[in-house]
């Protein structure tokens, strides 16, 4: 631990070239965003599913007695969950090219697969077709979740990491409202209007390839690979002063550190790695868990099922997205101030209240006949407002953000790996199963992921513990060493320390 603590205190400003590095590199979370939002609207179109599943297509005419099950379709789950199985093997690749070329190729990469799989699946002629397209674009989400979350926060000044960490975050939401309002404005384009909605993914593809061309390699990274000089004359165009002595010394070292591990995914299975790989994973796993991404890929399909018009339901997809980017606006605010515990907590008693009452209106008031009467439809709008309005200050955000500061840097690339193929793995699986869980447990569903909640309530409880105001290499003294649940995989036993 001979290491620089004086972490916070570098000279330096934030210019407008950081800043316009940001904005670029951020259009790889809103390419992310634009995907989340796109499927659900484009699975409910009459002219995309007349296309490619006629089927579902007559039952959607004929709702009939089980109007639960008439989108429930493996292929049509798998149009949406495609992306996100290559998107969770490709991340891994992803994660040794980050380290060994750099950021910026794994940004440029990102883009071009991004954008080729965007237009083969808005040009396609056959299902297959669109499928290789949505593949193509999971390489694209891949290697830009592992990427651009770390160039984010590697070129930000040391005390602007937490908030810049949550731009990332708050471009998936401006994506996923952007796509809301695409699918909006092309549900009355008959026939194309579904081509248009996939192919309009172009235009967050393309403006990550130009930055990608325009962005530097970051410091870290540069020096990661030992291009010391580069690194410096980096250092100095990001931060707009000449002394950047002090930083690149602590990166150094932070480097040297690193490299002594050899194999950071060996070093993963110590004792000591354990705390942080558990709390990495789950707070991803839990994500999930808490059913956000039914809402946000399946939003209009929902409303559709519990009688809404295409019209209704898409226009109620645009309000829940507006609410999910205003709302994690105010993480930037509290996650700092209130601690991440408390934000976490207080989700979770309003996600599980909202989840609850959902189910239980679904239970009592959806008839047979598929009508909910209409103050019953307003409340169920209102409550998965309130539902997401709650996910977006805490665990969307923070999922990502406690991954990113709990591992000590020798294993922190290879970590948020784990973290970030839990998070694909999980988005994956509720994607090609919710239609199908919908048809089975029809608004019993709801209650699920309620159950869920109050396991995640009682995981922040007893084992989540508190980073604010941690820096970030201090955390393995300053928590795990004091946490009554952690502590003992900290041995004082030096051969244990040694990972003996
Ligand atoms: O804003 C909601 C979105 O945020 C994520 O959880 C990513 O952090 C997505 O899985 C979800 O669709």
């Given at each position: 631990m001979g290491t620089t603590n004086k972490l916070d205190h570098f000279p330096g400003k934030i210019t407008p070239y950081v800043i316009t590095c940001w904005l670029l590199a951020a259009c790889g979370g809103l390419m992310f965003g634009y995907d989340i939002g796109i499927s659900g609207g484009v699975t409910g179109m009459d002219d995309f599913l007349k296309e490619f599943f006629p089927k579902v297509y007559q039952r959607k005419q004929h709702a009939?007695?089980?109007?639960?099950?008439?989108?429930?379709n493996q292929y049509l789950q798998l149009f949406t969950s495609s992306l996100y199985l290559s998107a969770l093997v490709s991340s891994f690749l992803a994660s040794k090219v980050c380290s060994l070329k750099g950021r910026k190729p794994t940004i440029l990469i990102s883009a071009v697969f991004f954008l080729v799989g965007s237009a083969f699946s808005a040009l396609s002629q056959r299902l297959w077709m669109v499928i290789i397209g949505r593949v193509f674009m999971g390489v694209g989400v891949g290697f830009g979740n592992e990427a651009v979350p770390l160039f984010l926060s590697e070129i930000a000044p040391m005390q602007h990491r937490g908030a810049v960490n949550i731009l990332f975050q708050l471009l998936v939401t401006v994506g996923i409202l952007t796509a809301n309002l695409v699918n909006f404005a092309t549900?009355?384009?008959?026939?194309?209007g579904w081509r248009i909605s996939l192919g309009l993914a172009i235009i967050p593809a393309v403006l990550l390839l130009i930055g990608g061309i325009i962005i530097t390699e970051t410091p870290t990274s540069l020096i990661e690979r030992d291009r010391i000089d580069e690194g410096r004359k980096v250092l100095r165009k990001i931060r707009?002063?000449?002394?950047v002595e002090a930083e690149l010394q602590q990166i150094r070292e932070a480097c040297d550190q690193a490299k002594l591990v050899k194999h950071p995914y060996k070093e993963l299975r110590k004792k000591q790695s354990v705390p942080p790989l558990v709390i990495g994973i789950l707070m991803q796993v839990f994500q999930q868990m808490t059913g956000i991404n039914a809402v946000m890929f399946y939003a209009p399909i929902l409303f559709q099922t519990v009688g809404f018009k295409s019209n209704g339901s898409l226009l109620s997809a645009v309000i829940i997205g507006l609410v999910n980017v205003f709302s994690t606006l105010v993480s930037v605010y509290g996650v700092d101030k209130f601690g991440r515990r408390i934000l976490l907590l207080q989700a979770c008693v309003q996600m599980f209240v909202s989840q609850t009452a959902i189910g239980i209106i679904l239970i009592l008031k959806l008839t047979d006949t598929n009508t909910l009467p209409k103050g019953a439809a307003v409340l169920v709008v209102i409550l998965t407002c309130l539902f997401v309005m709650s996910f977006a200050w805490s665990w969307g955000p923070l999922g990502w953000l406690i991954p990113s500061e709990t591992f000590p840097i020798e294993t922190r690339t290879a970590g948020f790996a784990f973290a970030v193929s839990s998070n694909m793995m999980f988005t994956f699986l509720i994607a090609q199963a919710f239609l199908s869980m919908l048809c089975h447990m029809r608004a019993y569903i709801f209650l699920f992921f309620s159950g869920w909640i109050v396991v995640m309530g009682f995981f922040v409880v007893f084992i989540l513990p508190e980073t604010k105001g941690v820096p970030i290499d201090a955390v393995a003294d300053r928590v795990w060493k004091k946490h009554?649940?952690?502590?003992?995989?900290?041995?004082?036993?030096p051969k244990q320390e040694n990972g003996a």
């Open positions: 009939h007695e089980n109007n639960y099950c008439k989108f429930d549900l009355r384009l008959h026939p194309i707009g002063v000449d002394e009554p649940v952690w502590k003992r995989f900290f041995n004082e036993d």
